[in-house]
């Protein structure tokens, strides 16, 4: 079993409509979770932090779900420029904390 | 200016040859990483760093090797290349808890 699996897509979604995704990770150990965006041919970027009681930046909203160790990204009202691939990533072994990246799901954004 | 700055962003090599990719960074992080990215298969991780005297081999660091020759500077060398070997390389710092920041990546070529 993979450490962090997620469902590569791709999702096609038209220009405004609302898309989740999920990411299951092994190991009940892990500490810190991560979703990241890339673009393509481009190096992956920081998206946003999950925090354990749930988070929102925007249209983003992460939430944390330990018992399931699933973590989830939903995006409302989505953009032509959400079109990307999104990455879930996982730090395991507390004060060894290593990143662990998902294969990552293809989003592209129909108008 | 990039944080973090690879060289060389491209690169063609013959099978056999010895080749090195340069990493460096400044956000003033102790951590650095190196990655490779291949289609389906996503980031896995070649070897990682926690401070200057601190070296780890990552889930596929056969037939690589590294050196920290500063905290801001991390470099991957292929001792040998082989065609398998061609893929998008990544480096990356992170802080504490671990988020990461990417270079811009190399693309490597072995023929």
């Known amino acids: 079993r993979k450490e962090v699996e997620q469902d590569p897509g791709p999702f096609n979604v038209p220009e405004g409509a609302t898309v989740a995704f999920n990411c299951t990770y092994s190991?009940?150990?892990?500490?810190?979770f991560f979703w990241y965006r890339q673009d393509c041919r481009k190096e992956p970027k920081l998206l946003m932090s999950?925090?354990?009681s749930g988070n929102e930046d925007g249209r983003f909203t992460a939430q944390l779900n330990r018992a399931s160790q699933y973590i989830s990204l939903l995006i409302r009202d989505s953009k032509l420029s959400d079109s990307a691939t999104y990455l879930c990533?996982?730090?395991?072994?507390?004060?060894?904390?290593?990143?662990?990246f998902g294969t990552g799901t293809r989003l592209t954004i129909i108008p | 200016d990039a944080d973090v700055t690879q060289t060389p962003r491209n690169r063609i090599t013959k099978t056999g040859k010895r080749i090195m990719l340069e990493c460096s960074q400044t956000?003033?992080?102790?951590?650095m990483y190196w990655y490779r990215q291949d289609p389906g298969l996503g980031l896995r991780l070649i070897y990682y760093?926690?401070?200057?005297?601190?070296?780890n081999k990552g889930e596929i660091s056969d037939g690589y090797s590294v050196s920290r020759q500063a905290q801001a500077k991390f470099s991957l060398s292929l001792e040998s290349a082989i065609p398998n070997q061609t893929a998008l390389y990544f480096c990356?710092?992170?802080?504490?808890?671990?988020?990461?920041?990417f270079g811009q990546g190399t693309r490597l070529t072995v023929v």
């Open positions: 990356a710092t992170s802080d504490s808890p671990p988020r990461a920041f």
């Open positions: 190991n009940s150990a892990s500490q810190s």
């Open positions: 999950v925090y354990s």
């Open positions: 990533v996982v730090a395991s072994n507390f004060g060894n904390e290593k990143l662990t």
């Open positions: 956000k003033g992080h102790d951590r």
């Open positions: 760093s926690f401070d200057v005297k601190d070296i």
